[in-house]
């Protein structure tokens, strides 16, 4: 069973261009969260989608940052107009439809935003 | 609103060795789950150990152990006879049912040979 797959790993992008993340979950996985770590700090809560559905956007800036799940393909997690404050790594996690396994989340590997 | 506190931003150990790494939380939900995630400089986040906070037993992974004080709100890990493959950032976190995880700032661990 491959684990969460995020593309690319590192992407390079000038002030202003526009950033696309992706994120595929582990099979069987219906919810897909994206956090945001800044250098030497933790890891910080974005989004939390469902199939076509946002659950909680609370943690996503209200400019520029949008996210999708959509019925088939990938999450995308869409920055437009990048700025250097941008760059970050940013990781998708993924976790089971119910259960007592719900509570945990299998993260993926990461993206390395960099702003140039 | 919930927070998790790493009072340790360094920590080391000797190889072989036992060390502790501290967490404390601050939740008004009665039912969460409570991890400990370690990153590598590969940055991939692994999971190292979680709790249920209904359980009063502590967890345990092998050399890895949680002393869970629900009342103090207060979750440590523990790893025992120390690897040099421990060496790793290692962030504290916490999560409902279903719903985002609040990781602590993390602590840096050395492991010296």
């Known amino acids: 069973n491959a684990g969460v797959m995020q593309n690319p790993r590192h992407l390079v992008r000038r002030r202003g261009q526009e950033a696309r993340l992706r994120c595929s979950p582990m099979k069987g996985h219906s919810h897909v969260y994206w956090y945001r770590q800044l250098p030497e700090e933790g890891l910080k809560f974005m989004v939390y989608l469902q199939k076509e559905n946002i659950i909680d956007e609370s943690g996503m800036p209200k400019e520029r940052f949008s996210a999708e799940f959509p019925k088939e393909g990938p999450s995308i997690l869409r920055i437009q107009q990048v700025v250097r404050g941008d760059s970050a790594a940013y990781f998708c996690?993924?976790?089971?439809?119910?259960?007592?396994?719900?509570?945990?989340?299998?993260f993926g590997p990461g993206t390395r935003l960099t702003v140039t | 609103a919930q927070t998790v506190t790493q009072s340790q931003p360094e920590m080391s150990v000797q190889e072989a060795e036992t060390v502790t790494l501290s967490c404390t939380y601050d939740t008004s939900e009665s039912d969460y789950y409570l991890f400990w995630y370690k990153q590598p400089p590969s940055r991939q986040m692994i999971l190292v150990i979680r709790q249920e906070a209904y359980k009063q037993q502590n967890a345990t992974e092998n050399r890895f152990s949680v002393n869970f004080q629900k009342a103090a709100k207060s979750f440590s890990l523990k790893i025992s006879d120390s690897q040099l493959g421990d060496a790793a950032m290692y962030f504290c976190?916490?999560?409902?049912?279903?719903?985002?995880?609040?990781f602590g700032g993390g602590t840096r661990l050395m492991v010296k040979p």
């Open positions: 996690a993924s976790s089971p439809n119910s259960g007592d396994s719900s509570y945990e989340q299998y």
């Open positions: 976190a916490m999560g409902n049912a279903g719903n985002m995880l609040t």
